[in-house]
């Protein structure tokens, strides 16, 4: 990995590791909705703990394509038409109660959002999704975007010769 893609993979990482929420893209009855989600990331994954009663939930149970950004905090930005972002074209499924990777995500999810998460367990309603990763794209302030391939997240710079191509 170059320098530049060493500094863009920590900024990948960042947002990543940082962001406690993402922008949620799922298409719904009558076309597509956006909304978002506390969420967890491990192993790769986005994992989403989500109302059945909210219309992103039911959407996600009929169809599995998902649209995921993650982005710099407008506070934090230097310039709001350049915020660092990730987006990310996800594959959701269900993860039921009695699945083996059930609980090591809901122990995450409760040490990283706190006992609201308790709460939110007590109630029929809530489902735990999988958002597994396809593709997607780092883009880094004006002019600096890198491909996302999966797995594993690795960086492909994007230039005006790639995008012509």
């Known amino acids: 990995m170059q320098q530049d893609d060493s500094q863009a993979f920590q900024q990948l990482d960042r947002l990543l590791q940082l962001s406690n929420t993402l922008q949620l893209a799922t298409q719904g009855e009558t076309g ?7 969420f967890v990331f491990s192993g790769g994954n986005l994992y989403i703990f989500v109302s059945q009663l909210a219309s992103h939930t039911r959407n996600l149970m009929r169809s599995p394509a998902a649209g995921v950004m993650l982005i710099e905090d407008e506070a934090s930005s230097r310039n709001i038409f ?40 007590t109630l029929p309603d809530f489902r735990l999704f999988r958002l597994i990763p396809r593709q997607g794209r780092l883009v880094l302030g004006f002019g600096r975007a890198f491909t996302l391939e999966m797995p594993g997240f690795k960086l492909q710079p994007i230039t005006a010769a790639t995008e012509a191509g």
């Open 32 to 38: 597509p909705e956006a909304s978002y989600s506390p």
């Open 82 to 121: 350049a915020r660092n972002r990730i987006t990310l074209q996800c594959h959701a499924s269900e993860i039921a109660g009695d699945d083996k990777e059930y609980e090591p995500v809901m122990r995450l999810y409760r040490e990283r959002h706190g006992p609201t998460v308790d709460l939110l367990r």
